[in-house]
């Protein structure tokens, strides 16, 4: 458990969401095959936008009286290789102090297999209900958390935000307030346009996927499906890793002996990313094998500048965190029905024929709060 406190005043209670009542505003191809909706089919006009604009400019500080710090709640798995979730915590609250609004958090961390922990802390969270004013959850995997969702986001007593995920499931009877997340379709769609443009048609590859449902759906389904349609790309394997560096360790070890035609090894996140070059590594096949990771992380690009990792779709990773902060300040203002239902972050792809200043670049902007390299944790 983290806490960090902060010498200001809050306006005490936290408004429930609202204007995302009636669902979809907007019926798009495949509505009927969804169990969730996606952005475009919750999302008013301009929300999104306008949101984002505001994450990417200058802070406004809040100017509302307040009497006490905002206390935070955040469930997430945290404790994975990633550091999608460190970053976007330093993000939101280097955000907050940027506005000028106090805050307190309580950090609940797992591992993404953890489920059964998540669920713990969920309800834990629920029942102590008068201890915090927002709940920021990372789902281990959406349609797991589903139900846990949908408690924190019915309970009164603060405003929920997940983050991580894009496409609010149809069943809940109680949305949460907003959706944070990077569109993983989208990413996966821009990294088969750039591996397409790349490397061409009639390739072999092999994939170390995550766990079944939305996200490994989008980032490997949606791309493997992609450069099969458009570039006759022939898949051989894919290997459930269950987002874990062992995962990706044993997938491409698996790979590299049974199937040494693949020479592309497509990652669905960066602990499998990390495992992945770990194993082409003990074997000295680096050079040999193409390898994406997922994300962009400050290890990523690390192994990018090393010549271990090829390329990643590339979060600009503190819009996430900066624009929770700018919801929170929002919300306090009663301004939550102004608030897009979901948001998203810029993806673009970082790789191997960059040049430094290039990356370097890159990695300033995506972590602009957070910081550049990789965070020591």
């Known amino acids: 458990m983290t806490t960090v406190l902060m010498t200001s005043t809050l306006l005490t209670g936290a408004a429930s969401a609202d204007g995302h009542a009636q669902l979809p505003l907007k019926e798009l191809p ?94 834990q969270v629920d029942q102590d209900a008068d201890l915090y004013d927002y709940v920021i959850f990372g789902p281990s995997e959406l349609a797991i958390q589903g139900d846990n969702i ?73 791309f493997k499906a992609c450069v099969e349609e458009k570039g006759n790309w022939n898949t051989v394997y894919e290997h459930y890793g269950e987002y874990q560096t062992e995962g990706g360790f044993e997938g491409t070890s698996l790979i590299m002996q049974s199937y040494p035609e693949a020479k592309i090894i497509h990652n669905a996140n960066t602990a499998m990313a990390m495992g992945s070059v770990e194993a082409q590594l003990a074997m000295g096949k680096e050079k040999e094998i193409f390898s994406t990771g997922w994300g962009g992380t400050g290890l990523e690009l690390e192994a990018i500048r090393r010549g271990e990792l090829d390329a990643t779709p590339m979060r600009m990773g503190d819009d996430v965190g900066a624009a929770t902060a700018e919801a929170i300040k929002a919300d306090l203002e009663n301004r939550g029905a102004d608030l897009p239902l979901v948001f998203l972050g810029r993806i673009t792809i970082a790789h191997d024929q960059m040049s430094a200043d290039e990356l370097n670049a890159l990695e300033t902007e995506a972590f602009r709060f957070s910081g550049v390299g990789a965070l020591n944790r």
């Open 30 to 123: 495949g509505i009927a095959d969804r169990e969730h909706w996606v952005p475009g089919e919750v999302n008013a006009p301009g929300k999104l936008e306008a949101l984002q604009a505001v994450v990417g400019g200058e802070a406004v500080p809040f100017t509302g009286s307040i009497d006490k710090p905002v206390q935070i709640a955040l469930i997430y798995p945290s404790a994975d290789t990633s550091d999608f979730w460190a970053r976007n915590y330093l993000a939101m609250t280097k955000r907050l102090e940027q506005l000028g609004i106090a805050y307190e958090t309580t950090e609940f961390a797992s591992r993404q297999v953890e489920h059964s922990l998540q669920a713990t802390y969920a309800s």
């Open 150 to 222: 949908e408690k924190l986001a019915g309970n009164d007593g603060f405003s929920t935000y997940v983050w991580a995920f894009h496409t609010p499931l149809k069943y809940l009877k109680q949305q949460p307030a907003v959706w944070f997340d990077f569109s993983s379709a989208a990413g996966a769609l821009t990294m088969c346009d750039y591996m397409l443009g790349r490397l061409g048609n009639d390739i072999t590859m092999a994939m170390n996927r995550g766990i079944p449902g939305i996200t490994d759906n989008q980032r490997s389904g949606d």
